[in-house]
């Protein structure tokens, strides 16, 4: 029995002065992540910040025509939400691809954002592990890496993010809002994540005494031409291989604007804008799509399980990027982009 303190804030002012005040203490949302780790011995806080009953759980408009959501939004009510089932499909879809609906219900809109990786390595305490235990190696790299990394992966770590949500996120360009004992800050979605480098033990660039609050949704919600597209083992209840999430604007058939971010392939949603700017402009046409899929992929590199992301991420960007033009969304086309 490994003993912890367990505390309920009363205000996002407590929930900081208490992390603030013990830097082995972590805070609890829907408990989905942070409870299992705590089971399997990786994660052994020494005290739990309980969160659940701050006022963090309203997804309200903003002055500017889009949207802020509450850290404590649980992740089916933001899916089923109307302004983001009408406005931003694109994220309602990619939370509707991840977990299950039970898990849904609890997991939290900020839980999510934090959620830690599934690297089997990272679980098995038996196991090196550098993001675990800093410096201890990394079993992964000539191990079991199927599911690993193939984009912006270092010599101390191949881990991925699991988040589906984090992949909207990022084509959205939200922005996330955070609280610590200095005030206030806000942080680029794209700098929320960092890559694993030689320090793969930190996530994000949030600091160990702060809490997101809300994440903000600029007005563009890319209502009419988006795609969520998650490859996996199976068709629920599990994380991606590789995901794609792609907003298009359309302008008398061309596009005006692409955007486009993987999932499962990186320490973070993977988005590079020359990808994106080579479409700009040009008609959607299957050689088009190609050619922004060899530019997001030009610097993957497999091992020895995972090479086979290479192929099926390039496949799965063609097929999101024609869904998305020719506005199915989630659903497999027959038509073909010519
Ligand atoms: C079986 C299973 C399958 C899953 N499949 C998917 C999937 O396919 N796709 C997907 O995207 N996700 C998946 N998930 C992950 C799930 O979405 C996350 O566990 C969930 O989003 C975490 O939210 P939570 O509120 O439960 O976080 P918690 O477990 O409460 O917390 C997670 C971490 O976030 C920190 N934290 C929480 N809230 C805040 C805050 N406001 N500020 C600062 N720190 C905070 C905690 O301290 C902790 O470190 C799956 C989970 C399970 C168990
Ligand atoms: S890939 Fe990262 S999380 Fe997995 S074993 Fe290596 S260091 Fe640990």
Redesign the pocket.
């Known amino acids: 029995m490994i003993n912890f303190a367990y505390a309920r804030a009363t205000d996002v002012a407590d929930?900081v002065r208490r992390?603030a005040a013990d830097p082995k203490a972590?805070?609890?949302?829907?408990?989905?992540?942070?409870?299992?780790?705590m089971k399997e011995d990786v994660?052994r806080?020494t005290r739990l910040?309980d969160?659940t009953r701050?006022p963090?759980k309203s997804v309200e408009e903003t002055r500017d025509g889009g949207v802020r959501i509450g850290?404590?939004v649980?992740?089916s009510d933001l899916a089923y939400h109307p302004l983001v089932a009408q406005r931003y499909p694109l994220l309602a879809s990619?939370?509707l691809?991840?977990?299950?609906q039970q898990?849904?219900n609890?997991?939290?809109?900020?839980?999510?954002?934090?959620?830690?990786t599934?690297c089997s390595y990272f679980y098995d305490t038996a196991m090196p592990c550098n993001k675990r235990e800093p410096g201890s190696g990394c079993s992964a790299i000539e191990g079991i890496n199927r599911m690993h990394a193939i984009l912006g992966t270092s010599d101390a770590c191949i881990a991925t993010h699991?988040?589906?949500?984090?992949v909207a996120l990022t084509v959205l360009e939200a922005t996330v809002h955070?609280a610590g004992p200095g005030g206030e800050r806000t942080m680029a979605f794209a700098d929320f994540h960092r890559l694993p480098g030689d320090t793969p033990q930190r996530d994000t660039n949030?600091q160990p005494n702060?809490?997101?609050?809300a994440v903000e949704l600029p007005a563009r919600g890319f209502a009419s031409n988006y795609t969520y597209l998650?490859i996996?083992d199976r068709l629920s209840?599990?994380?991606?291989l590789v995901s794609v999430a792609v907003g298009m604007e359309l302008d008398g058939g061309t596009i005006r604007e692409a955007r486009l971010a993987l999932?499962g392939v990186a320490h973070k949603p993977w988005r590079d804008p020359a990808a994106e700017a080579i479409l700009a402009g040009q008609r959607p046409s299957a050689d088009q799509f190609q050619r922004a899929a060899d530019l997001l992929l030009r610097d993957a590199r497999g091992f020895a399980h995972n090479a086979f992301k290479i192929d099926l991420a390039r496949r799965a960007i063609v097929r999101a990027l024609t869904q998305a033009a020719q506005g199915t969304a989630q659903s497999q086309s027959n038509k073909k982009i010519r």
């Open positions: 929930a992390i972590k805070f609890i949302a829907g408990g989905t992540n942070l409870i299992d780790l994660e806080p910040i969160i701050l963090l850290a404590l649980p992740n990619a939370i691809a991840g977990a299950s898990l849904r609890m997991a939290s809109t900020g839980g999510n954002l934090l959620q830690r599934r699991p988040s589906d949500m984090c955070v949030l702060e809490i997101v609050t998650k996996r209840y599990a994380f991606a999932g």
